[in-house]
């Protein structure tokens, strides 16, 4: 595998353990933070390809992507070294350092493409994807703040930085759950953002008449992968930026619940068996394999019975690593057209799990795959 091609591929496997995965988050921000502007890159680029040196001439005049200027489609087409149109070709000259300055500049550039295309969609979701992946908060607030949509209205309240875009503060769990009150998702977000915990706990007891919970993650990647010009090589630095979003939630009732009950039971016997009410809530609501798991674990905490789970912990767990075990066979040790098929799949399979979850999405998999290996 190539250097560049491994790289990639770490940052796009999603881990299998709440551990890991926060782990991936803070390794992320420490990229985001370390990736130099688009003017910085670009200077860089200059002085490099000014250079004598081998590595300038060769290295940087093998660059596919300056400023959205591409090779010709048949010339990509007969690339196998370029893989996705990633930004990068596979050539010893390359350092890494340099890898990831050209492919930070082309995911910048793809995803200014896509964006700016997504902004003049006709329904508001595509709008605010467009705003999402600009960092347009201002357009974001807007869109949120005009939308009657329970979908849009909580994409938007969850990208809005509230700590950084004093605006955001016009977005609130509040409104998201008068939108739909039969939304869990509004109201565990109203729980974890409570004052206090008597209103984190009638805030979970409101949660606890809901019939659905609305899943956010994979939602932007579902619509951008919706417009005509979302070809493969497009998806990539999109899959790699919603990627980054959707972890921020790995279970969206945990901060809700911990909260308005704690982290251990309660001595009173009546509040206590409240909470296991919330927990067992969590569990059938909860629309990741992951949030399964840590609704379970807490359920168990508060005494729930083994009649009362559809799943084990042992048997959620083991879920949880298939699903990462398969994400890692997607693109660990692939290279060229090989990577550039797993990114594919890869992001069928998150806009298929956008509705109803990645464990959902995974049995629909393996039953595909069952079914195919049986002609």
């Known amino acids: 595998m190539s250097r560049a091609t491994d790289s990639l591929s770490k940052k796009i496997i999603l881990p299998v353990t709440v551990g890991v995965m926060v782990g991936m988050v803070i390794g992320w921000h420490q990229t985001r933070s370390a990736e130099p502007s688009r ?81 003049m969609a006709p329904d508001a979701l595509g709008r605010l994807t467009g705003a999402m992946l600009a960092d347009d908060y201002a357009t974001l607030i807007q869109v949120g703040q005009t939308t009657s949509d329970p979908l849009v209205y909580g994409l938007a309240l969850r990208a809005c930085p509230s700590q950084r875009v ?54 932007w990647l579902k619509r951008a ?57 969590a569990v059938r609501l909860e629309p990741s394999a992951i949030g399964k798991l840590i609704a379970t674990r807490l359920a168990e905490r508060w005494g729930a019975k083994a009649e009362q789970l559809p799943h084990t912990v042992a048997e959620l767990k083991t879920k949880v690593e298939a699903i990462g075990n398969w994400r890692s066979s997607m693109v660990t040790g692939a290279e060229g057209r090989q990577f550039c098929e797993g990114i594919r799949q890869m992001v069928e399979f998150d806009a298929d799990s956008a509705d109803d979850g990645d464990l959902a999405a995974f049995e629909r998999l393996q039953a595909r795959r069952k079914t195919a290996s049986a002609r």
């Not at 003017?39 to 081998?54: C, D, G, L």
């Not at 769990?173 to 977000?189: F, G, K, T, V, Y």
């Not at 109203?190 to 706990?201: I, M, R």
């Not at 493969?232 to 921020?248: C, G, Q, Y």
């Open 166 to 219: 004093p605006g955001c503060t016009a977005l609130t769990p509040q409104r998201w759950a008068e939108l739909d009150e039969s939304n869990a998702s509004a109201w565990w977000m109203v729980a974890a953002s409570s004052q206090n915990q008597a209103d984190a706990f009638r805030a979970l007891t409101s949660a606890s008449t809901a019939t659905h919970a609305l899943p956010l993650r994979n939602q």
């Open 39 to 119: 003017s910085e890159v670009q200077a860089q680029i200059a002085e490099a390809a000014s250079a004598p040196s081998e590595h300038a001439q060769r290295g940087f005049d093998l660059w596919t992507l300056v400023d959205g200027a591409s090779r010709q489609a048949d010339e990509l087409k007969a690339s196998e070294s370029d893989a996705c149109q990633t930004g990068f070709l596979r050539d010893p000259h390359l350092s890494e350092v340099d890898i990831n300055r050209l492919s930070a500049l082309h995911a910048q550039v793809v995803i200014e493409q896509h964006a700016a295309r997504l902004r």
């Open 225 to 281: 992968a919706q417009t005509d010009e979302a070809t493969r090589e497009a998806m990539f630095p999109v899959l790699m930026k919603t990627i980054h979003l959707d972890s921020l939630e790995l279970s969206p009732s945990t901060a809700g619940f911990t909260r308005a009950c704690g982290s251990t039971p309660s001595t009173d016997p009546e509040r206590s068996a409240a909470c296991l009410g919330f927990a067992l809530d």
